[in-house]
Nanobody, 121 residues
Framework: QVQLVESGGGLVQPGGSLRLSCAASGSIFKINDMGWYRQAPGKQRELVAAITRADNTNYADSVKGRFTISRDNEKNTVYLQMNSLKPEDAADYYC???????????????WGQGTQVTVSS
């Protein structure tokens, strides 16, 4: 089994910054794509940013130029640096990883438990 644990959420003023981290642990052979999603109250979960094992990245238009996704394959960890935060960025942020487990033939999609980001003055 694989677990994803997020950290780094909290309350920040508009214009401020936060850095989210998500560490994967368990029976991991290789992690393929990793990403961050968010879900605001009353809205659907949406992709914020994604990164491949080769460090190719993809961002939602709403966060381009403000957020940066990165990963450390040695630590099985993905990060999301969020700058110039806006009230509309407030949401629960979820980590996602496509993981090939030890002894498994097919990768499986895993989710973290979520971390709350509040942007308010």
């Amino acid at each position: 089994q694989v677990q994803l644990v997020e950290s780094g959420g909290g309350l920040v003023q508009p214009g401020g910054s936060l850095r989210l981290s998500c560490a994967a642990s368990g029976s991991i052979f290789k992690i393929n794509d990793m990403g961050w999603y968010r879900q605001a109250p009353g809205k659907q979960r949406e992709l914020v940013a994604a990164i491949t094992r080769a460090d190719n990245t993809n961002y939602a238009d709403s966060v381009k130029g403000r957020f940066t996704i990165s990963r450390d394959n040695e630590k099985n960890t993905v990060y999301l640096q969020m700058n110039s935060l806006k009230p509309e960025d407030a949401a629960d942020y979820y980590c996602n990883a496509v993981v090939l487990g030890v002894g498994k033939l097919q990768p499986k999609n895993y989710w973290g438990q979520g971390t709350q980001v509040t942007v308010s003055s």
